[in-house]
């Protein structure tokens, strides 16, 4: 049986990558317009209720993305963005 994922998490409330394997640029950029007016600092849970709340249907791609991202405080876009892997076929040349 395969090891499993330790850590799955946040280490130190520091989001990790690698939890949402797959994600494309679309998606992200999809994450980025429903998060634009989201006040930071805020937890995983208040990312994905303002997701919903914008409109993001529960089983989109992008609330998915949320979904899988390690329990933690985020600061910032960008550390949502470093918290998810992109498609390796879709990242910037």
């Known amino acids: 049986m395969p090891a499993a994922r330790l ?3 946040a280490t ?3 989001p990790t990558s690698g939890y949402a394997p797959g994600m494309s640029t679309n998606t992200f950029a999809e994450v980025q317009t429903l998060l634009e007016d989201l006040d930071f600092p805020a937890d995983k849970d208040a990312i994905v209720r303002h997701a919903t709340e914008r409109g993001a249907s529960e089983d989109s791609a992008a609330v998915r993305a949320l979904r899988a991202m390690p329990l933690a405080t985020y600061r910032n ?3 949502i963005r470093s918290s998810v892997d992109l498609d390796p076929e879709e990242m910037p040349g």
């Open 12 to 14: 130190n409330g520091t």
């Open 7 to 9: 850590a799955a998490g």
């Open 77 to 79: 876009i960008s550390e």
